[in-house]
């Protein structure tokens, strides 16, 4: 199935680098957007790590002979073995990590993966759908009964993360399957969007612009909203 792809970034308004990383390797079909955490020295390396970490993995010439779910799953697992190892012996990178957020295009199906909370959405005209979902503190609370998104919205801390690629040397990511319908669009993102605008506005950027002035318009919208973060945003349409 035919497919475009944009891809933008952005270091925000409040931050003086850029932690986020990440891939658009079309031949492939492998799509990734990482956040590191970790210090701006360390999250910037392991978010780096991870994505040139999947580009090797999904692109060695042996990848089709194992399953997209295997794929994902040794990509996650070297990331984070690279990642905790680097750590282990530069003390400056100690305690680095990130998240990512992974897209697997094979067969006409679209394997989508996740460790901590960078976001894969599904844009099926006229509704957007979170597909992942956030390892975080916040949303722990939230699926616990101790929050509800109301309360969750106006807490501190919203950005705690509890599961993340290369803090600890082993990782286990969250992988589904999708069916991929013509006119689907999937958007890969940093919380540097999504803690910055609502579900409902990601949702009327799609139905009121062409698919391809959507990246900006999300990226200025997420600066016109204060920028506290760094901010990548990746549209995949079929």
Same mark, same amino acid.
């Given at each position: 199935?035919?497919?475009?792809?944009? +891809?933008?970034?952005? @270091?925000?308004? @409040?931050?003086?680098?850029?932690?986020?990383?990440?891939?658009?390797?079309?031949?492939? #079909?492998?799509? &990734?957007?990482?956040?590191?955490? =970790?210090?701006?020295?360390?999250? $910037?390396?392991?978010?780096?790590?991870?994505?040139? %970490?999947?580009?090797?993995?999904? !692109?060695?010439?042996?990848?089709?002979?194992?399953?997209?779910?295997?794929?994902?799953?040794?990509?996650?697992?070297?990331?984070?073995?690279?990642?905790?190892?680097?750590?282990?012996? $530069?003390?400056?990178?100690? =305690?680095?990590?990130?998240?990512?957020?992974?897209?697997?295009?094979?067969?006409?199906?679209?394997?989508?993966?996740? &460790? =901590?909370?960078?976001?894969?959405?599904?844009?099926? @005209?006229?509704?957007?759908?979170?597909?992942?979902?956030?390892?975080?503190?916040?949303? $722990?609370?939230?699926?616990? #009964?101790?929050?509800?998104?109301?309360?969750? /919205? /106006?807490?501190? #801390? @919203?950005?705690?993360?509890?599961?993340?690629?290369?803090?600890?040397?082993?990782?286990?990511?969250?992988?589904?399957?999708?069916? &991929?319908?013509?006119?689907?669009?999937?958007?890969? +993102?940093?919380? !540097?969007?999504?803690?910055?605008?609502?579900?409902?506005?990601?949702?009327?950027?799609?139905?009121?612009?062409?698919?391809?002035? %959507? %990246?900006?318009?999300?990226?200025?919208? *997420?600066? *016109?909203? #204060?920028?506290?973060?760094?901010?990548? &945003?990746?549209?995949?349409?079929?």
């Amino acid at each position: 199935m035919r497919f475009q792809v944009w +891809c933008l970034t952005d @270091k925000g308004l @409040k931050r003086q680098g850029n932690q986020d990383s990440f891939l658009v390797d079309e031949k492939v #079909g492998v799509f &990734v957007v990482a956040d590191g955490v =970790g210090g701006h020295m360390g999250g $910037e390396v392991a978010s780096a790590i991870a994505v040139e %970490t999947v580009r090797e993995v999904a !692109g060695h010439v042996k990848a089709h002979q194992f399953s997209p779910k295997e794929v994902l799953l040794q990509a996650y697992t070297e990331a984070s073995h690279r990642i905790f190892d680097r750590a282990t012996q $530069e003390p400056r990178l100690n =305690g680095m990590g990130t998240t990512m957020v992974m897209a697997y295009l094979r067969e006409g199906k679209l394997f989508i993966a996740n &460790v =901590g909370d960078s976001r894969a959405y599904l844009y099926r @005209k006229p509704y957007v759908w979170q597909v992942t979902e956030d390892h975080s503190l916040i949303n $722990e609370q939230i699926r616990l #009964g101790l929050l509800t998104e109301e309360q969750a /919205k /106006k807490t501190i #801390g @919203k950005n705690v993360i509890t599961r993340s690629v290369g803090f600890e040397r082993d990782v286990f990511p969250d992988i589904m399957e999708r069916e &991929v319908s013509v006119g689907d669009t999937f958007l890969l +993102c940093s919380d !540097g969007l999504t803690g910055m605008i609502t579900d409902e506005r990601m949702s009327q950027i799609f139905n009121e612009q062409p698919i391809d002035k %959507t %990246t900006p318009l999300f990226i200025e919208n *997420a600066l *016109a909203n #204060g920028g506290d973060d760094n901010v990548t &945003v990746l549209v995949l349409s079929f």
